[in-house]
């Protein structure tokens, strides 16, 4: 039995049915011919024999009643791999926009909180006779690098694999009862009540510093105007939203974008937000709903010491400038290079000051109220959004993957979107190449695929710009 940090049990208070809080990925494998026959039961075998490398494919959470304070973590007794891996095949033709399509009709739906929370489907039936492999894992069980952690126990470095030791006796606890969980609430909550207190007043010189920094996001306000406090300008994207999703990817070469970072002084995740706001930038062009204002991104940074591959959250998220208002690509990326590296250097000062846990008592309530009354809130249109759409760029493994021996040809993630926030790019690198999965509430955005294309026009327009 192990508690949930308060980042992790956040994930699942702030979850509605409009708004689930798991993210997942998209991949296709290339199965040898004379390994199609039989290469679900294969995978099932492989996934089984690995179930106890990874945490997050055996324990479950159990609540408190009437949520009085936050779930645990506990081992559930028997994994029903009919529930957790499922097999699915694409009507004729096979084309990529029907598996995108699938993929996001997937997403929509919630993980069932009595089980482990995750799935994984393989999707077979692709004009090209890939077998594409769309998993799904909740927020609360990780974060992007804790994901890249779980691939690596899930997968190989060759497509003999590697022998996997047996898993240990499983020594099951009884189930806790109710004065056991309460008192785990109020021994936690008056550890992170004590430490929350302790942190304040660097926490306040972090405020104060924050803010300074936050007002360099937003364009030079006109002659005599006061400079706000910033908060991205109204865009077609930032709606209420319901279940509805819509998904498309785009791959891009890594070396190419590594290029472009050497000749500008620029670090890839700067090119990443570039290619971004020059795509948001003329998708909304074409849609004449270009604000006069710069798009701002919200960006997940993690807080992740070096060798940390615990299996939770360690983020936050920083505001970085998209630049969407200059017309010039040169000088889009030289204002989002300043923007972001200002962002993340704050961050970084942060690190120790960012809480990564929360007090457990009454946490449920609150979080959950938050949910309700903010979607409430979108659906009046009562606050700006702070951030126009999500942009994450994860690192991940250069050399292939293999699964159950097939070879892993691609890395596109599948995030989390909100109301106020209906579109999420999140980049994935992996075997030289940066592999985007665009994420949108059909609310807004219905035509998904034509922002996914505009990132190869941004990627066009931006390998011509000379240092």
């Known amino acids: 039995m192990k508690p949930l940090s308060g980042l992790d049990a956040a994930f699942l208070h702030l979850e509605t049915p409009e708004t689930p809080m798991h993210v997942g990925s998209l991949h296709l494998y290339r199965v040898p011919p004379r390994s199609r026959e039989g290469w679900f039961g294969r995978v099932r075998e492989h996934v089984a024999a690995r179930l106890h490398l990874v945490p997050v494919f055996t324990r479950r959470i159990d609540s408190l009643p009437l949520a009085l304070a936050s779930p645990v973590w506990v081992e559930d007794r028997e994994v029903d791999l009919d529930r957790h891996i499922r097999r699915t095949r ?8 029907q598996l995108e399509n699938l993929v996001a009709r997937l997403h929509a739906e919630p993980l069932d909180r009595e089980r482990p929370l995750w799935e994984f489907h393989v999707i077979e039936g692709l004009a090209g006779g890939e077998v594409a492999w769309y998993t799904k894992i909740h927020h609360a069980t990780l974060d992007g690098a804790a994901g890249v ?6 997968l190989d470095d060759s ?3 590697r022998r996997i030791p047996p898993p240990p006796p499983r020594r099951l606890e009884p189930s806790p009862g109710m004065g056991e969980l309460l008192g785990i609430a109020l021994a936690k909550s008056a550890a992170q009540y004590g430490k929350a207190l302790r942190a304040m007043p660097d926490a306040a010189r972090l405020v104060a510093g924050g803010l300074a920094s936050l007002s360099s996001l937003t364009a030079a306000p006109k002659p005599g105007a006061r400079r706000g406090l910033p908060v991205g300008p109204a865009t077609p994207f930032n709606v209420p939203i319901d ?3 819509a998904y498309a990817t785009a791959s891009i070469p890594l070396a190419e974008v590594k290029a472009v970072a050497r000749r500008h002084d620029a670090k890839v995740n700067d090119v990443v937000l570039a290619l971004v706001s020059g795509a948001a930038r ?7 709903a270009l604000p006069d204002r710069p798009l701002v991104a919200a960006m997940p940074v993690s807080l992740r010491a070096d060798g940390d591959s615990v299996f939770s959250t360690r983020a936050t998220m920083v505001l970085a400038s998209l630049a969407t208002h200059l017309a010039d690509p040169r000088e889009r990326l030289a204002a989002i290079r300043d923007s972001a590296g200002r962002a993340k250097s704050l961050t970084v000062k942060a690190r120790h000051v960012i809480p990564m846990d929360l007090p457990a008592l009454g946490l449920p309530w609150v979080l959950s109220g938050i949910a309700r009354a903010y979607g409430y809130a979108q659906a009046v249109r009562a ?18 993957l293999y699964l159950a021996g097939a070879r892993m040809l691609s890395w596109w993630p599948v995030s989390i979107v909100e109301h106020g926030l209906g579109v999420n790019i999140t980049v994935q690198s992996y075997a030289g190449s940066l592999d985007f999965g665009v994420l949108a509430a059909r609310a807004a955005v219905n035509d998904v695929r034509k922002l996914a294309a505009a990132l190869y026009d941004a990627h066009g327009e931006i390998k011509k710009i000379r240092g």
Request: net charge positive; aromatic share 4%.
């Open 90 to 97: 694409l009507p004729k033709p096979g084309s990529m926009a």
């Open 149 to 154: 952690k779980l691939a690596e126990a899930l």
């Open 159 to 161: 497509p003999r694999g």
């Open 243 to 245: 279940a509805r999703r």
């Open 282 to 288: 003329s998708y909304l062009l074409a849609r004449k």
């Open 383 to 400: 606050f700006p959004p702070l951030a126009n759409l999500v942009v994450s760029n994860v690192p991940g493994p250069q050399a292939p």
